[in-house]
Structure formats: C-alpha cells, structure tokens
C-alpha cells in the first residue's frame, strides 16, 4: 500500500446515479475521496422530506453514502431499504428517514450527514454542495421557465439555461477546502443539467473551481437524456458546462471509444435517446486533452460506465501505479 502522504486527493461534483456508480469503484483505491452532492432533487422521497421538513433532500446523498460504505452489507441494504408496503411511509427510503431524523436532532444537514458517515463506515467525505433548500429552474428555448429539478426533463424541449434559486447560496467551508487542495476534479458522469450543473452554479463552488490548481476532466455521458441533452454531441456538453460556469475551465475529457450494437441503440431511440457522438473537430477548438477509452459496459438492453474501468483510469491519469498483487486489486 502506498504512504498515506502520497495519495492522491480527488474531489467529484455531481449526483444521480452516475456519481454513486463511479465512487463504488473508487473507494477500493488508495485516494482521499471527497464527493460534492447536488442537493436540488425534488422528486419522489426526497422530495416529500424536503417539502415536510424543509430541509435540503436527502436522496442523492443517501446513494453516494451507500456506495462509499464499507459498513457490513446488511446495513448497508438496511440504509437503502425502500418501503412499499405502508400508506404513509410508500416510497421512502429507511436512508432518507434517518437523515431526516439526524438533522431535526442536530439542527444542521450537514452535521447529521457526517454522523451518519460515521454510522456507515463512509470511505471518504460526502457533503452536499449547500447546507439549505435549493430550486433548480430552467430557462427553455421557447421562452418558457419551468421550476423543480424532477420538471425539467419532462417538458421535453430543448433547454437554454438552468438556474438556482436562492442566487446567493452559500458553501460550506469543507467544499472550499477539499476543492484548493484536491489533486484532481473529476466532473460527472451524470445528467448534464439536473445533476452536474447545479453544483457548479454554487457561486462559492464556481470561484474555488476555477481558481483551484488541481487538474479538472469531466466524465462525459454514454447516451443523451431525453430532455436534457437530447442530440448533444460530446462538445455540446463541454459548450453548456462552460456557459453556466462563465468561462472556460477544463483540462480534460473521458470519453467512452466503444460502437453501441444497433440493438441497444434501437431501445434507447425509443426513450429519446442516442450514443454521445464524438465530434474530433468541435472538441480540440476547447483545447482539451480529449482521452477515449474502453470505459463502458454494454448489456443486452443498456450500457453503463463500468465503474473498475473508469477508476482505475482516474488513479493512473492521478499518477497512481496499479500493481497485480496490491491488495487494492479486487474489483
């Protein structure tokens, strides 16, 4: 194993599915991982918490918790548990319900979700990107500006810009840190606009991002999102993340290089969806590194990042040395 002094520090900003799925692969390096949460889901479970209990919705974080968790795996399936068969608890997670409990004891979300870190053995720091209610609002083409992160997608029109409501939300002081002393900033995989964009809108978020000296790539999606990003190509997405953080500040792109077979791609048409196209051109006028690699899996009705795969890119492009016999090789 190598000296704790030499690990590398990574710090990943999203939310969804995407984020748990990658940290499940890299909590089995030897990296100091911080991951920055987006805290504007208004959906489902999380949604009635935030709704009932005013306080900001516990779902995304819940998923990233259990990801990280190296705590035996019954409470861990425990924290996940979803009830189905109640009238007034339908649809909540237990994990949902304890961190609503946590905070109403401690008065404070972020406090109740580092106890609740402690409960599960988190391997790494999980703090959402804002301590308060957040609103995620987007401005369409057509003019419209519809409210609620769950919203968005559902109008199903191309979207000009989101933006949170209040402006002026503020950080907590263990993102500033982690962000100007993170080695690395990984962006992503996640949805573009619901997901990865309400973090960077964060003021406090946005200037430490652009100021940290930390190498900064973003993840980019497999397939576009009905929606969202719907007939995006790779640069589309470059292109919105930098008109909502006003300037450019990438280093780098990861991009999957696989050819989707035509039967996946024809199941994914039928929900508005299509692979990410790699458009070379577009791309190097970023001046980016761009880096295509076998990343993906791809099942018989889906493709997924494979988590393995992409850590173990992460850790090598971080400078890490991936050894056969390190007991950190168990994937």
């Known amino acids: 194993m190598e000296n704790a002094t030499q690990r590398k520090k990574l710090v990943i900003i999203g939310g969804g599915t ?4 990658l940290l499940r692969g890299l909590k089995k390096l030897p990296m100091d991982l911080t991951a920055i949460v987006t805290v504007a889901d208004d959906g489902g479970s999380s949604g009635r918490l935030r709704n009932d209990l005013n306080i900001p919705p516990p779902g995304d974080i819940r998923n990233v918790m259990a990801a990280l968790s190296d705590a035996e795996p019954l409470v861990a399936e425990m924290f996940q548990y979803r009830f189905s068969k109640s009238i007034d608890l339908g649809g909540h997670s237990l994990g949902n319900l304890m961190l609503a409990a946590l905070t109403d004891l401690t008065g404070d979300f972020s406090h109740a979700v580092r106890e609740m870190s402690r409960v599960l053995s988190v391997n790494g720091t999980v703090i959402p990107a804002a301590n308060q209610l957040v609103t995620l609002n987007a401005e369409f083409e057509d003019g419209t500006i519809v409210s609620g992160e769950s919203k968005i997608p559902a109008y199903l029109q191309p979207i000009k810009r989101v933006f949170i409501e209040p402006v002026d939300v503020k950080t907590l002081p263990d993102t500033v840190l982690a962000l100007r002393q993170a080695d690395i900033i990984v962006i992503g995989p996640g949805s573009l606009y619901t997901s990865i964009l309400p973090n960077l ?5 946005r200037k430490e991002l652009l100021a940290a000296k930390a190498k900064k790539i973003y993840i980019c999606n ?5 929606g969202e990003t719907y007939m995006y190509s790779a640069a589309d997405h470059v292109k919105a993340l930098y008109e909502h953080v006003g300037e450019p500040f990438l280093d780098a792109v990861l991009l999957d290089k696989a050819e989707m077979p035509s039967n996946v791609v024809e199941l994914y048409e039928q929900e508005r969806a299509r692979p990410v196209a790699y458009d070379e051109e577009r791309l190097a006028e970023f001046s980016l590194e761009i880096h295509r690699e076998d990343i993906a899996n791809i099942f018989e009705n889906a493709v997924r990042h494979e988590p393995r795969k992409v850590a173990e ?3 090598q492009y971080a400078g890490g040395q991936l ?3 390190t007991p950190y090789r168990f994937f």
Not at 18 to 21: C, E, H, K, N, V
Not at 222 to 226: F, G, R
């Open 313 to 315: 890119w992460l850790f």
């Open 18 to 21: 995407g984020l748990s799925t």
């Open 201 to 205: 809108l964060v003021k406090d978020i």
């Open 323 to 325: 050894k056969e016999d």
């Open 222 to 226: 497999l397939m576009t999102q009905a």
